[in-house]
């Protein structure tokens, strides 16, 4: 199958996909739209994730610090009075401003050096939060009033606008240039450099954007739950989720982080319907043997299929 | 204080370049001067500082003192980046190709970001050394020798003024080295200057006009070949006292 072909079915899933989202709302109640809205979160989160570590190669154990900042910038907008929109767009701003001094300090270290740091400033952000009390309310946290938030349609809709825009930034700096220096990157930093590639310039960009995205994130949850304290704000689970989501559906990829979204959040309902004890363990099981058995994730399934075809071009990959 | 300037027909002059590493002198007050359009060779024994010296003019290792003049510019303490935007490239000693990568990708992100026809490059290149079907494959599947080749064409998609090359030929076999060195020699009558390391005499002897011989992190000797082969301290550096001595 050609890439032409290829991405054109691409399109046609996609265009499937966002028309059966569209009409959601109208057909399902609401605990299955708030489902759905949590499932857009993580893929929106992932693939956050995906762009600065499944990019460059680079562990992020902290993103959820963006999303706690991007939660209570959103959370005080909106008590202030302004309206939510402008709430999502502080979030995103405030997680872009702190990146910019952070992705310049934190990305001179690398492996595990890069990770425990962002895993500090997850912590930072949380003892922060706790003790900023004339601000933050500390471990009260912020209690938004239903009139300061917008319906659930428009949280929905948002939050799907941030995963569909997510996807897509991802989508277009796996294609552009950009994106084939993050991948040099990731393979041999030395050698990018070397080959004229600008890393530091570089790195710090995918960081950015990479927060911008759970800042809004952040800043849209805190209007779903109405609710912010440090503990929710900067939960260190969130990290792992994102990580978990990315390893399972496919780092470095498009739908990776779709795939591993849906699969991960439709199996946790399922498993936490019937096991209610012991739900995560197994899907703990589950990403065990993903990993162990399938490191390229979920859509290295497809690639192979794809790549087993007789018609399919040499290096042709999903 | 004197300033020191490169002579017009010299595309590269360090001086006194010196690199420490703990105690140990890697390098001592380097001199070196390589003339525009030559193939100038670069000999020593195994931890001489052959490699060293690259490091340090290409911008990988900044923790040099001394001088270096590349095209008219100072460029000790650039970003290789910048040095290989400057028109300076090199290769490394053993293969770094992108591994994940495509041969086609692994060429085009070393093209300038400006250069819309990078692919098309890319491609000619390919096929100028019979390997234009390999344009999809993983960097991780060629074998070594087409990994030093591709690394080799690598820099050539920026179409340099100088390259370094460190042992371009170390475990290629001997078709894809004649590729490569046929490849030089062509690229050289061009007006590409070269700055090769190499061991293998033969080659040093035919493809280059001047040789500098680095010992110990110094440069003791300098010339055509015909000039180092019997000068008493490369001999020495090579063979050791013992040579030197028995020859007496």
Same mark, same amino acid.
Not at chain 1, 168 to 185: D, Q
Not at chain 2, 88 to 101: G, H, I, K, N, Y
């Given at each position: 199958m050609s890439n032409d072909r290829q991405r054109l079915n691409g399109r046609w899933v996609g265009a499937v996909l966002v028309t059966f989202v569209l009409l959601a709302p109208l057909v399902i109640n609401d605990y299955h739209q708030s489902f759905l809205l949590q499932v857009f979160m993580v893929i929106a989160l992932a693939q956050a994730w995906n762009l600065i570590s499944g990019m460059t190669g680079y562990v992020s154990f902290g993103h959820a610090a963006f999303f706690g900042v991007g939660a209570y910038a959103g959370a005080l907008i909106l008590t202030w009075g302004f309206p939510w929109w402008l709430a999502v767009m502080?979030?995103?701003? +405030?997680?872009?401003?702190?990146?910019?001094? &952070?992705?310049? &300090?934190?990305?001179?270290?690398?492996?595990?050096?890069?990770?425990?740091? @962002?895993? *500090?400033?997850?912590?930072?952000?949380?003892?922060i939060a706790t003790l900023w009390v004339n601000v933050t309310h500390g471990g009260s946290g912020l209690t938004l009033s239903p009139e300061l938030l917008p319906s659930l349609d428009v949280i929905y809709f948002t939050m799907f606008g941030l995963a569909l825009g997510a996807t &897509?930034?991802?989508? /277009?700096?796996?294609?552009?240039?950009?994106?084939?220096? &993050?991948?040099? #990157?990731r393979e041999d930093e030395e050698a990018a450099e070397m080959v004229g590639v600008n890393t530091t310039l570089n790195k710090v960009i995918a960081f950015v954007l990479s927060a911008v995205i759970p800042g809004a994130v952040g800043a849209v949850y805190v209007m779903?739950?109405?609710?912010?304290?440090?503990?929710?704000?900067?939960?260190?689970?969130?990290? +792992? %989720? @994102? +990580?978990?989501?990315?390893?399972?559906?496919?780092?470095?990829?498009? /739908?990776?982080p779709i795939l591993g979204a849906a699969t991960v959040m439709i199996l946790r309902e399922l498993l936490w319907a019937q096991f209610p004890a012991a739900h995560l363990a197994a899907l703990g099981v589950l990403l065990l043997v993903v990993v162990l058995y399938l490191p390229g994730g979920l859509i290295s399934i497809l690639r192979d299929r794809q790549q087993k075809r007789p018609d399919a071009a040499p290096g042709e990959s999903p | 204080m004197n300033e020191l300037v490169c002579a017009p027909d010299h595309i590269l002059c360090a001086w006194g370049l010196t690199r420490e590493f703990g105690g140990v002198q890697a390098l001592r007050g380097v001199d070196l001067h390589v003339a525009r359009g030559t193939i100038t060779g670069l000999i020593g024994p195994n931890g001489s500082g052959k490699t060293t010296l690259f490091q340090v003019i290409s911008g990988m290792d900044r923790g040099a003192s001394g001088t270096i003049?590349?095209?008219?510019? =100072? #460029?000790? *303490? /650039?970003?290789? =980046?910048?040095?290989?935007?400057?028109?300076?490239?090199?290769?490394?000693?053993?293969?770094?190709?992108?591994? %994940?990568?495509?041969?086609?990708?692994n060429l085009v992100v070393a093209g300038h970001r400006r250069d819309r026809s990078a692919a098309e490059r890319a491609l000619g290149l390919l096929e100028r050394v019979h390997l234009r079907e390999y344009a999809a494959v993983l960097g991780k599947n060629l074998s070594y020798g087409q990994q030093k080749l591709v690394e080799f064409l690598r820099v050539l998609m920026s179409d340099p003024a100088l390259i370094l090359l460190d042992e371009p030929a170390a475990g290629v076999n001997p078709t894809l080295r004649q590729t490569l060195w046929d490849m030089v020699r062509h690229l050289n009558g061009l007006g590409t200057t070269f700055l090769v390391i190499e061991h293998n005499m033969e080659v040093i002897a035919d493809l280059c006009s001047d040789v500098y011989v680095l010992?110990? *992190?110094?440069?003791?000797?300098?010339?055509?070949?015909?000039? +180092?082969?019997?000068?008493?301290r490369v001999l020495e550096a090579y063979f050791g006292k013992s040579r030197k001595h028995g020859a007496a």
């Open positions: 502080k979030g995103a701003g +405030i997680a872009a401003l702190l990146a910019v001094p &952070l992705g310049f &300090l934190t990305l001179r270290l690398r492996g595990p050096y890069f990770a425990i740091a @962002m895993l *500090g400033l997850n912590e930072v952000g949380r003892v &897509l930034l991802v989508a /277009w700096v796996h294609r552009s240039r950009f994106g084939l220096e &993050l991948r040099a #990157i779903y739950t109405s609710y912010v304290n440090p503990a929710s704000a900067f939960d260190h689970a969130r990290n +792992i %989720e @994102m +990580i978990v989501v990315v390893l399972f559906g496919g780092s470095g990829t498009v /739908w990776g | 003049s590349f095209d008219k510019e =100072s #460029i000790l *303490g /650039w970003r290789p =980046s910048e040095i290989y935007r400057r028109g300076l490239a090199r290769t490394f000693q053993l293969s770094r190709v992108f591994p %994940e990568l495509t041969v086609l990708e010992s110990d *992190g110094e440069i003791i000797a300098q010339g055509d070949f015909a000039s +180092i082969r019997n000068n008493e």
